[in-house]
């Protein structure tokens, strides 16, 4: 891109939107189907391979190894289930939302709709008190102001 280019570019938006369409015109942002196409079979394949196992060993220590396991696999899922929300699977929202839907709420036991509801509210509003959802609740170590201001605002009880 020329210098005159990148100088129009600046004039209708803003900095972030000047980089947002670097970013998009390097292709950054493609969708890598093939790629996620190996990983859910690789996580929804792990995830039956390692139920039969468990089943099959019956009462036994060896069933915390695969207890490992499946705690890999359910974090894949969540991740999985991550870029599905932000529609970054399938070009369809339907798509998307199918397979959120199945490593959300089948595969992990996590509600999805609860999920992109909550994470869509904490980035339009990241790390903002009383907007985003992720910081409603008084984290552990919080500083003794930070305490008494929370308790003020008649969030706990």
Do not use: C
């Amino acid at each position: 891109m020329s210098d005159i280019s990148l100088e129009a570019d600046r004039q209708r938006g803003s900095a972030y939107a000047d980089l947002s369409r670097q970013v998009r015109a390097a292709g950054l942002l493609g969708r890598r189907r093939g790629y996620y196409a190996v990983r859910i079979g690789l996580v929804v394949g792990s995830f039956g391979g390692l139920w039969v196992l468990f089943a099959r060993l019956g009462e036994s220590w060896w069933q915390l190894g695969v207890a490992v396991g499946l705690a890999v696999v359910f974090a894949q899922a969540g991740f999985i289930g991550h870029d599905a929300g932000h529609r970054q699977i399938a070009r369809s929202r339907q798509a998307n939302d199918l397979i959120g839907l199945v490593h959300g709420n089948l595969v992990t036991g996590l509600s999805y709709g609860w999920w992109v509801d909550k994470h869509n509210r904490h980035h339009a509003h990241p790390n903002t008190e009383g907007r985003d959802p992720d910081i409603t609740r008084l984290q552990p170590g919080a500083s003794a102001p930070h305490q008494r201001a929370f308790k003020a605002s008649g969030q706990l009880p």
